[in-house]
């Protein structure tokens, strides 16, 4: 199952997975180089070489690149570009995110499995509070050992997990135990931990935030909790001064909330070039539609409100939204809409971005479906969500873009499902 542990400082025995667990009760769960990893299972052959996952145009974003690609100096959020110059001979794949979303639903139902405190942070990480998992499962690092077995077994992917007394340095700990390891705090070590560790690991600190602290002399965590309060407010402000001194001194209160909720399901595009052609626009905002719906009933949700963003060619960008009566996860309904934004806006410039976003969501469950007078009961979301069951089953590739999503289209007098 790879290491069963990944230390600090030359696997320092004080944060070993033997490392006294009994007041670290919150795991931080990461999934290692997910987005690629997923890409890795069902492509067997890739298993050993450099993969990357993302845009693949020349404006492309990286969004998850295997440890092989890493190797190279390829990170996420790396223009496409860049990773390929620095790894021309990696394998480039565009996201496929209802196998991201459907592989994220089969871990964590392995982490609920463990305990109801289960709070995601995103697809592929969440934080677990097992303090009352302890008497049918054992303490938090045999906890941890068995959440990683099963999702290796199970899923054949690996994690790493962080196990400390608050939200904050478990995710360190994750973080300093990838990849595919196991990292404990004990309560009483958590300054041990955290002091050495350089400012730009603190939430919050950023490139020009840690620029600030350096200029000040302040390069670890250790020389922040030391630093005088008045000399961080000034530099940075009072809520940002507050918060950072509190996290520098391991103070972090913030309980596991499993009842968060995703408020808004979305994707987007940016051309390889900018685009004036309607017809273009179309056709990537009916692929956007069918993306989106079928993220939506992934997740279980529906929402009423559609909005539609353009970013220019001068890098401009408008947004625009309408809220509609009876909230959807239909991706024909999405589509409708966020086209007739765009007609409606119609700018009449070079494009260089458009993406489509549903809001104000709830459970489908707690929104009864209300059919159209005249509608038949059984229709477009059906369609879909047997499109979703074949795509889980043989990939997304053998449902075309937006071919759900046929209708008349104005402009040509026919029905066709092509753009």
């Excluded at 990357?52 to 492309?60: H, S």
């Excluded at 303090?131 to 303490?139: H, W």
């Excluded at 300054?191 to 350089?198: A, G, I, R, V, Y």
Aim: proline content about 8%; glycine content about 10%.
């Amino acid at each position: 199952m790879g290491r069963s542990q990944s230390l600090p400082r030359g696997g320092d025995p004080r944060f070993g997975p033997d490392a006294d667990d009994s007041a670290s009760p919150i795991l931080h769960v990461d999934m290692d180089a997910f987005y690629a990893s997923v890409e890795v299972r069902r492509r067997p052959e890739l298993r050993g070489r450099p993969v990357v996952v993302g845009g693949i145009g020349p404006r492309g974003v990286v969004s998850s690149a295997s440890y092989e690609a890493r190797r190279y100096g390829v990170r996420s959020a790396m223009p496409t570009a860049r990773a390929r110059a620095l790894c021309p001979g990696a394998v480039y794949l565009p996201p496929d995110f209802p196998q991201y979303q459907a592989a994220s639903e089969a871990v964590m139902r392995i982490f609920r499995d463990v305990t109801p405190l289960v709070e995601p942070l995103s697809l592929d990480e969440a934080f677990l509070d097992v303090t009352g998992a302890r008497r049918l499962f054992g303490p938090p690092a045999a906890i941890a050992r068995q959440v990683r077995a099963r999702v290796t077994a199970e899923q054949g992917l690996t994690c790493s997990v962080g196990v400390a007394p608050s939200k904050f340095v478990a995710k360190l700990g994750s973080t300093r135990a990838k990849p595919d390891g196991l990292l404990v705090v004990p309560a009483g070590r958590v300054l041990e931990f955290l002091h050495p560790l350089p400012v730009d690991a603190l939430w919050g600190v950023g490139e020009r935030s840690a620029e600030t602290l350096r200029r000040l002399g302040l390069r670890t965590i250790g020389d922040l909790a030391e630093a005088p309060a008045g000399m961080l407010r000034k530099a940075l402000g009072v809520a940002s001064a507050t918060h950072l001194h509190e996290l520098a001194r391991g103070q972090d209160p913030r309980p596991v909330r499993p009842e968060q909720v995703e408020k808004s399901i979305g994707a987007e595009l940016t051309f390889d070039v900018d685009v004036v052609d309607p017809q273009e626009i179309r056709r990537v905002l009916l692929a956007l539609s069918e993306k989106v719906g079928s993220r939506l009933r992934g997740a279980g949700q529906v929402g009423r409100t559609v909005s539609l963003k353009v970013r220019l060619s001068d890098f401009r960008t408008v947004n625009r939204s309408r809220t509609l009566g009876v909230a959807t996860d239909v991706a024909r309904e999405i589509f409708n809409t966020s086209w007739g934004l765009w007609t409606v806006l119609d700018p009449g410039e070079p494009v260089r971005l458009v993406g489509v976003r549903v809001e104000n969501l709830a459970g489908v469950a707690d929104t009864p479906r209300q059919l159209t007078l005249g509608a038949p009961e059984r229709g477009w979301r059906e369609a879909e969500t047997a499109a979703d069951a074949a795509a889980a089953r043989f990939g997304r590739s053998v449902i075309g873009p937006a071919s759900l999503l046929g209708k008349r289209d104005p402009r040509r007098g026919e029905n066709s499902s092509r753009p």
